[in-house]
């Protein structure tokens, strides 16, 4: 035993811890630079690297379908949306630096406080044991994700395309009043 | 040699984390050749093409000539404009490079899987990463501070989303074939049943169409139509950062080819010649096909490029997805 591991108790080090503590430091980083960040261009790339490294986190839970879907659609589409709406608009504005004051010592209350309750609840939780053993073979995860999607969960599936479809429409539709 | 690069089931030490990087690099300089190769092949077939000779001065047959442009790009002075975003002109480049090169990790190259990573959802693995390419291509438009950059990354950029959903929706009549994303059990599933570009055509014709579109080759290079935008997104990059746009862009060719061959052609499966060769005649064809299309077609006109993606490819895609989908059914159902 050597000192870091007795550190951490009966702690494993594995290459999926490892790539977990790298993806989460990736992620924490990204997401304090976005804050950091004055030009709206940067933010909208830091965004883009906390959406690929929750992509990583959700291919270490085996669960590969949703990380591609994730990268697919937030890291991709959603970050180049953004961009586009950034170039289209103004986009040379730069935020001001605000002053530390009473807000931000509220802010940070209430950050802490949150922070408190999250640990708490993760403390007293039951967790089910800890299984190397995923709940269904890593090959068959999009089987299992089509069929719990398209029996089980069916009317809310479909419900959820036509909500897509109504934002879509009405969309297109309050871009047209403007002309 | 296959045991030792099957480091998939094999637990994580040092042993197998080198084992890793010495794969990737092996692909890496593969790679690296092929697309110097890909450059030489480009220009003789095209020079041939119009009456021409094509290069022919460095080394026998001209055969060092991209080598010799690789080198001069090397040695250029890396400009950095005095008007860009410095940090965002920096770092563009190297997201347009880095999934160009991820995406090989689940070509299948051989019947043996040497150096293919066995990902159950790879083909989406494949569009997802390629969707990133967009957004490093976009933000050297962006951050050269230039209007035929900016022009030219906007064009790209929309002319790329526009195509990428054509592109999976041809790939679904695939997948709805093979039952399966996994490109390993998509040429498995052609072995036993035949080549899907028979019973995929109409998939097969969207696909070559968007893919041709989403990589920004004739007759959709609008992105860098050199007559009205200079040169594009790329036109204030210079010494290695333009050649990490360029490489990034004929891996595309190459990978899209790969895709291409995998999945309508049956990849590495054939008689009599081994697999690897196969796959190999199979790529150079497509390949050759992109540059013939070069040689051949006129540009599309602006004003056609977005109607043609959403009002005709789309639908066209949309119809192949719900005929293969009945006939599948009605198949095993009879």
Redesign the interface.
Known sequence: MNAVSSWFGGFIW??QT?AFFLLAVLVVLAAVTLLQFR?V??MA?SI?LVF?GMAGMYVLLGA??LA??Q??IY???I??LM??AI?LTRHDEVEEEERAGFRQWIAGLGAAALGAVMLWAIRTTAWPPASAQPPWP?????NALAETLFTGYVVPFELVSVLLTVALVGAVILARKEE | MIAFFSWVHQ??TWGTVLKMVAGALIVLFFLLGAVTYMLYFERKVIGWMQLRIGPNRVGPLGLFQSFADILKLLAKEDIVPAEA?K??FLIAPIVAFIPSFAVMAVIPWTASHVFTAD???AL??Y???S??T??GI??GG?ASNNKYS?IGG?RS?AQM?SYEIPLGMSLLGVILLAGS??IVDIVEAQRRFMWFVVPQFLGFCVFIVAATAELNRTPFDLPEAESELVAGYHTEYSGFRFAFYMLAEYLYVFAISCLGATLFFGGWSGPLLPGWLWFAIKVTAFIFFFFWLRATMPRIRVDQLMSFSWKFLLPLALVNIVLTSIIKYWVNAG
């Open positions: 594995t290459g490892v030009k261009m940067h790339l883009g690929l590969d379908f591609f879907a990268i697919l890291a991709g589409a970050t180049i961009l586009f170039m890593a090959q068959k995860s999009v | 637990a994580l975003d940090p965002l990902i159950a959802v989406l693995y569009l997802a990463l969707s990133i967009i957004v976009m933000l962006w900016l906007m950029a989303i994303l996994n």
